[in-house]
DNA sequence: CATTGATGCATGATCGATTGTGCAATAAAC
DNA sequence: GTTTATTGCACAATCGATCATGCATCAATG
């Protein structure tokens, strides 16, 4: 079934400097083309490919192969540099060992945390990890769902996902588990940051920071949908509340995470205001990009004159100066909470993990 | 020999609710963990498993399947959520459709950037993108290799791998090509940045803003080891010379890229120095981060005192004000260039393009 | 010497999708 | 009416790994 043919024919003496050539390249071709396999090492260990399956797999001392059989299969193995297929295997064991995430972007501190993290714990786990990145696109990240679960995955984790209960319907009839991170879902459980309890102490500490003006706070960034946006906005009534200060609708500006829709519309609020704000509350480092140059823009340095707290954390902007303070959310026990709810199995009820995010 | 099989029971009356309630668990159970397969839609449909793979899979007009069963069995497909096992797939096609990549790291602009983009690009030429991050362990490097050799990819990127040689010579026999991303390697092709000519520019640049001062210039991060390090000082030499300054020893800094040790070598230098380098040539964003962790700490502002400039571009460092300059590697360029070379096919020779980076 | 048990391995079915081959049924051509 | 062509599909082998089953061989026991 398995025999591999060889055809060995007789050439006369003049060709044999041609035959050479070919057997070279046919040499360099096999070894470039054809993988090796459990039959091929089966062959040369003269023995069987299940045997050889066996040893390579770990389970070869409850099934009674030899020592020494072992031990020259894992041989010939190494010479050869086996690699297991793992598409065979998957599809033989029907498990893939696969955990997928899709995130929206790489390119901030904490959607690179998350992804370097999640790598990191999936692997100790013992999971291969598939992280990609959906560009916040909604339909990317439906699309890249059904390329997960073409692909097996054993569990997805949907972060930051526009509408993770639509792909939590697309992966239950396949009986795939998901699990949202940073945004939560209806449908199944959830880690996020403790985003009231974070903008709550963030937006405490700007205002005893904050210099006396006429002009109060200000809140920019993030869409009034989201309800990571709706928390912290909750947060920063309250605490303003607290020592009795009134939050109007004009100090909320919601307009996207967007560098370029930060900058715009603190700049729009720039021009009609007196004066500029004692303190702002921005909703992302995304968005502090926008404000940063907006006030660059409108002269306004940070140093001294404005006082800024963002939630979200980079060290640059940190770096920057001036009364900046930054809450950092909490990747790693973020990645704690997720990996225990994978770990727990999805046996049980849909919860939702709040984790308070470091000043 | 796909029959699933399904006894059916005649109960007693008394067991009808017990049964119902059974049957509604099997449902959902079934529908849970029981993923469906050509099989199953074949059984639907009242037709046989290889024409429903050539209806879902686009090749139903080679094979004359009728247009009217097509449908049918398509619409099958959606109702039941059906989605294709890639394993399964691969295993027949011996073709994955999987490309891989390794990073070192996701944290700093430049390298989720090119994770980005290769994303983007590798769906965009039909490919399923991999990418894993190796935290700069090489012993991980192999590991991941391995395992993405284990999952049949077609190619695999190397990207500022500490060996894309041994990373090579693993892929080599399973006759999956590499390609060298950031880091040159001798035995495949590579796409890097042109350190050189960037490094001679920027130090061209900062020269030229530089104050009057005793103290001359400081070149600070990267490893002495590394190709880019390499060329990065020839440049910042050549530099030098065109205006006829000889660059010495302990102007080079070359003490690593974390931050920490950018950090621990410039106060080292400080500390010795009667007074602060005009300019500062520094190899990465992350080892800004130290350098202007120093610079704070020695009380000394970027403001106007020194003049840097960082090859690597991170929004936020851009925005510190001062003099400040930076040159930005194009990622872009550089992934048209990879996916160029990949779509030329491997049979072409070993060759190295160097993008040039922008200011 | 016959029976039992342990040891060491081979055999073959199986996972789900793909694809070359073949065979009916109908249509077209002579 | 017979031959040829075309349409429309079923069948079965195959990819590589896994694992339940089974069959020799040899030692131990009675």
Known sequence: MHNRLCYIVQLPIKCQCLLETF???????DQNTKKTTIYDL????????????AVLNGNWKKRRISEKLATKVRNLADEHGYALNM??????????????????????????SIAQTFER?????????????????????????????????????????????????????????TLNLDLPGKKASSVISDNYAGAFKLTKKILAAAPERSQGSLFVGGREADHNTQER????????????ITVTEDQILACGYASQKAAAALS????????????????????LEGVVTSLRENDLATQDKIVIGCFDWDPFAE??????????????????ALFSIIREGSEAEIVTIEVPPVL
């Open 23 to 29: 057997m070279r390249m046919r040499a360099l071709t």
């Open 42 to 53: 089966a062959q040369l260990a003269g023995t069987s490919a299940g045997t050889v399956s």
């Open 87 to 112: 598409q065979a295997s998957t599809l033989r064991k029907e498990k893939s060992g696969i955990i997928g995430m899709v995130v929206p972007m790489y390119d901030n501190r904490y959607f690179s």
């Open 121 to 177: 714990m999936a692997r100790a786990a013992g999971y291969f990890p598939i992280v990609t990145c959906t560009q916040r696109d909604p339909e990317l990240e439906l699309t890249a769902a059904r390329t997960m679960l073409a692909y097996q995955v054993e569990y997805l984790i949907c972060t930051g996902a526009t509408d993770p209960d639509k792909i939590h319907d697309l992966c239950a009839p396949a009986g795939v588990p």
């Open 233 to 244: 906005i909750r947060g920063f009534r309250d605490a303003h509340a607290e020592i009795g």
């Open 268 to 287: 729009r609020f720039l021009k009609d205001a007196a004066e500029p704000p004692a303190t702002m509350f921005v909703n992302s480092t995304i968005s």
């Open 319 to 336: 770096l920057l100066g001036g009364n900046i303070f930054m809450v950092r959310q909490d990747v790693e026990t973020m990645m704690n």
